[in-house]
């Protein structure tokens, strides 16, 4: 979840393998003598004493530098009661600091002590098995009436503003399952103001404003899942998939965990999780890697460790049969289906993907080619591996039906194309087209000085090795028709899949 819209990054061959890291090789697979281009980088892995972690990388093409902050804490970190948590600490977190985003923050945290006991106060009422209303309603407005007298002394989007008056551009956010992560590029000249501004932030950051960010995040979720068909059917479909595991809740959350939120739980999660033994920084660009390495130890070394991310424990059980879910919407139909698989540390998870690209990868690809250029029975079709990537997760395949082609009609047409590749292992051929995509993905990859920032932060933050990422691909080179046709035999079972139609409303 982004909190603004997320510059465009280059094509690379990011549509057939995902940007997550990938663990080594498979003693099993022979993969390339040579390493993939990306693991010849020359970066510099710099670690402080409070465990936060550095990965500077000169690129000297243009006086430009790219800065990815990421934590691996998302989403599958959470439980029950605390659900958005990280997205709205992501939001949160651009509202300042003790000395950023106020006029005075002693005048400033006295009221929003006091906001945070009257919500505490009006939660505490609306627990008990018959709320007053008029006691709701008085916390409310009082609640509400405390957050405007403080922020009667909050400077709006100071952050922001100062970062682009020295010249910053993409400031942006995500959240997923698995990460939160912070970036922006900023003129080679202003490097050391991120340095200033990033580490005060980590030590004293001011929540602020919780009750309009909340309204916020209210309305992203409404636009995003509660009015979207893709969202509505999506989140039908994790939510029947998953019965135990994270990955069955959206990022954003649960509405009733979003409606009682508060700062305190928001500045213990930060605390706890978002400290410097979870943080890894890519610095990537026109910079100098002692200098930068000196900036780190001075403004970032007394930065608290915090607690390591605690693991995620919930496994889901074994499918005891077809799961099916209708979504009835005012919209045209869509489809998905989704096949318990595995997690991208998994030795299957290579021929998964390969098997994901041989369906919808490009104009050839047989579902491509069978729903769109043949029976011209859809106007889309996708095939990847999700939701995450650390946990098992699902194969999904999901498609638009063209009218008057029904979402039974596509649902029978997959089934067969995926049938022919159990029956008989794809033409070799097949394989080396998506095979040349991805080497000369190995070399785009590596145009983005912020996209490389995020892949090797990423790496780094998930395996310990900023190389990992580069190593997928060296992964996929290994993958053989018949590896293809094993792993189509094995997880695309009728009695392992998840189907999610959605439907007009008063539809038969």
């Known amino acids: 979840m982004s909190r603004l819209p997320v510059p465009p990054l280059p094509a690379a061959a990011l549509a057939l393998i ?29 670690v402080l004493g409070n465990g936060m972690t550095f990965l500077i990388l000169p690129r000297r093409q243009a006086p430009i530098v790219s800065l990815v902050v990421h934590y691996p804490v998302g989403s599958v970190n959470e439980h029950l009661g605390n659900t958005g948590i990280a997205h709205v600490l992501e939001h949160m977190l651009f509202k300042g600091s003790r000395q950023i985003g106020t006029t005075d923050h002693s005048l400033e945290a006295p009221l929003l002590a006091a906001a945070d006991a009257t919500r505490d106060s009006l939660l505490a009422e609306l627990a008990r098995p018959a709320p007053d209303t008029a006691r709701v309603r008085h916390l409310t407005d009082a609640t509400a009436a405390l957050e405007d007298r403080a922020g009667a002394h909050a400077v709006p989007n100071e952050y922001d503003r100062i970062l682009s008056a020295a010249g910053a551009r993409g400031l942006n956010a995500t959240t997923s399952y698995e990460a939160t992560r912070y970036f922006v590029e900023l003129p080679a000249n202003r490097l050391e103001l991120w340095f200033v501004l990033e580490s005060d932030r980590m030590r004293n950051p001011v929540f602020r404003g919780l009750g309009t960010e909340l309204d916020v995040v209210h309305e992203e979720r409404r636009m995003r899942l509660e009015t979207s068909p893709g969202g509505l059917l999506r989140t039908a479909l994790l939510a029947t998939a998953f019965q135990v595991h994270p990955y069955g809740v959206p990022v954003i959350g649960h509405a009733s965990d979003l409606e009682h939120l508060t700062r305190r739980q928001v500045a213990g999660y930060f605390r706890d999780y978002y400290g410097a033994r979870n943080a890894v920084v890519a610095v990537v660009g026109d910079v100098d890697p002692e200098q930068v390495a000196e900036w780190a130890e001075f403004h970032f070394g007394s930065v608290p460790a915090g607690s390591p991310v605690p693991p995620v424990l919930a496994r889901e059980p074994e ?10 919407f005012d919209a045209e139909p869509r489809l998905t289906i989704a096949w318990r698989a595995v997690s991208g540390l998994h030795e299957d998870a290579p021929a998964l993907s390969m098997l994901a690209s041989l369906l919808t990868a490009g104009r050839t690809a047989r579902l491509y080619r069978r729903l769109i250029t043949l029976d011209r029975s859809a106007i889309h079709v996708g095939a990847h591996l999700g939701p995450g990537f650390a946990h098992p997760g699902l194969f999904i395949v999901n498609t638009v039906p063209k009218s008057p082609h029904t979402p039974l009609e596509l649902e029978q047409s997959i089934y067969q194309e995926i049938n022919k590749i159990k029956d008989n292992p794809p033409n070799p051929a097949d394989l080396v087209r998506i095979k040349n995509q991805i080497r000369a993905g190995d070399y785009r990859r590596l145009s983005s000085n912020l996209e490389l920032g995020m892949q090797i932060a990423e790496s780094e933050a998930a395996f310990g090795d900023w190389r990992e990422t580069f190593r997928l691909s060296r992964r996929l080179l290994g993958v053989t028709p018949a590896d293809v046709q094993s792993v189509a035999v094995k997880y695309l079972k009728p009695g392992a899949r998840t189907v999610a139609t959605m439907v007009r409303k008063g539809s038969p």
């Open 18 to 46: 995902p940007l997550l890291p990938t663990p080594p090789p498979l003693a099993a697979q022979t993969p390339p003598p040579s390493p993939a281009p990306g693991e010849r980088l020359p970066v510099v892995r710099h």
């Open 319 to 328: 499918q005891a049969g077809e799961r099916r879910v209708t979504v009835e």
